[in-house]
């Protein structure tokens, strides 16, 4: 059975803004190509939008990871609220669309703007000392950190290099069977006219890129870009006032079973991924022989890897036998697998994308790239370690 919130509330619409390597574009521009193409999809005013969420917010971080918060986008639309959020804290980049269909279930708004806006390549682009990047001298690491930044492991691509590593050591995980995520993303991104990469990429190409985290190398990790998303979340009620068929929220995934810290979970073979997924399965009677198309994160290749395991599309331990070749996950498979390029080669729109993409999947609107079998049931994710949310949606 459906869970109780899911089923008062549906998606209305969804937009992007232009996304590319060093746009140079204000991020506040970018949120509102994407919010404004969404309310446009689903018919709706800037009257009738009364809620808005996003992830993480408006927050000191690295450059142009975030700096759009709630506030901003409420003044430039002159928007009277009803309800509002934004954190840092949360079941991954989805998080967001979880909480904004609890406070659309539970009375408190009819329509939530869900956004998530990045800028990270200009941002990274400008040299050291301008207002983007700031002139704060070096600080001593505090909480958690404190334990990996004398080792240098202080980025997320050695946290996933160590699960990936133990993964492989565990199941003999190859590195031919980790490729085919992201060759797989690549041959996607060639159908998408917004994707940053389109050229071939061969499994010569990946073996032979420069490793950036063993057994990580370049073309495991995502591409940061510029680049806006927008979803509404909207009251089931309001159906027969929108303008496109709207998409249905089956279950949400949204659980943390174990520890909070990449390095201290249980049983390391497994992430927060495998506790999402078990929770959006006991949300609903869909398993997961029912998904038709799979958006799932991939940040760093390996995260796939575990999403795909902890969804149930194999065994524990079989996601390198389940990938291998990449008949399954392409196109024409039993599972195609990040249809618009993902974010190895589509850009790093960091999650949010992921749920945009299937919509437009079930919707058989994804131009391009839109699946010559028009699917019914699709599964997004996002997050990876301690981090992660998964929305299943139908048609």
């Known amino acids: 059975m459906t869970g109780f919130g899911e089923r008062d509330v549906v998606i209305s619409g969804v937009g992007q803004s232009q996304v590319g390597r060093r746009l140079n574009v204000a991020p506040l521009e970018l949120t509102l190509q994407a919010v404004l193409a969404a309310a446009a999809e689903a018919g709706l005013s800037r009257t009738d939008i009364d809620g808005i969420c996003t992830w993480p917010g408006a927050m000191e971080s690295a450059p142009g990871f975030s700096g759009v918060g709630t506030t901003e986008l409420q003044d430039a639309l002159g928007l009277e609220l009803s309800w509002y959020f934004a954190g840092p804290d949360g079941p991954g980049q989805l998080s967001q ?32 000392g301008s207002t983007t990047r700031g002139t704060s001298p070096r600080r001593r690491a505090a ?22 590593r133990h993964y492989m050591e565990e199941f003999g995980l190859t590195r031919e069977q ?9 041959a996607n991104a060639g159908f998408n006219d917004s994707a940053v990469y389109t050229d071939p990429l061969s499994m010569s190409d990946y073996l032979e890129s420069r490793t950036i985290s063993d057994p990580l190398c370049l073309f495991d990790c995502d591409v940061p870009v510029d680049g806006a998303t927008a979803l509404i979340v909207s009251h089931r009620d309001t159906v027969a006032d929108l303008a496109c068929t709207p998409i ?23 992430m927060a991924a495998h506790d999402a997924a078990d929770m959006m399965w006991s949300r609903t009677d869909l398993r997961a022989t029912d998904v038709d198309v799979a958006e799932l994160y991939d940040g760093f290749s390996f995260l796939t890897i575990m999403w795909l395991e902890a969804l149930g599309f194999c065994g524990r331990g079989e996601a390198g036998g389940f990938v291998d070749g990449g008949l399954r996950i392409a196109r024409d498979g039993t ?14 729109l960091h999650g949010l994308g992921f749920a945009v993409e299937a919509v437009r999947q079930l919707r058989g609107v994804a131009g391009r790239h839109q699946l010559q079998r028009r699917p019914e049931v699709a599964v997004a994710s996002a997050g990876g370690g301690p981090l992660a949310g998964c929305l299943l949606l139908t048609r």
């Open 97 to 128: 669309v979880v909480t904004a269909a609890a406070a659309v279930s539970a009375g408190l708004a009819n329509h939530v703007v869900c956004f998530r806006t990045v800028w990270e390549a200009s941002a990274r682009s400008r040299p050291i």
């Open 143 to 164: 909480g958690w950190r404190q334990w990996q930044q004398p080792y240098g492991a202080g980025v997320p691509s050695v946290w996933t290099a160590l699960y990936a």
């Open 178 to 186: 980790l490729a085919q995520v992201a060759l797989t993303a690549r």
């Open 248 to 270: 249905e929220i089956a279950a949400v995934g949204s659980a943390q079973r174990d520890s909070p810290l990449w390095e201290q979970r249980t049983d390391l073979s497994t």
């Open 335 to 348: 599972l195609p697998l990040n249809t618009q390029g993902g974010q190895l080669s589509g850009g790093r």
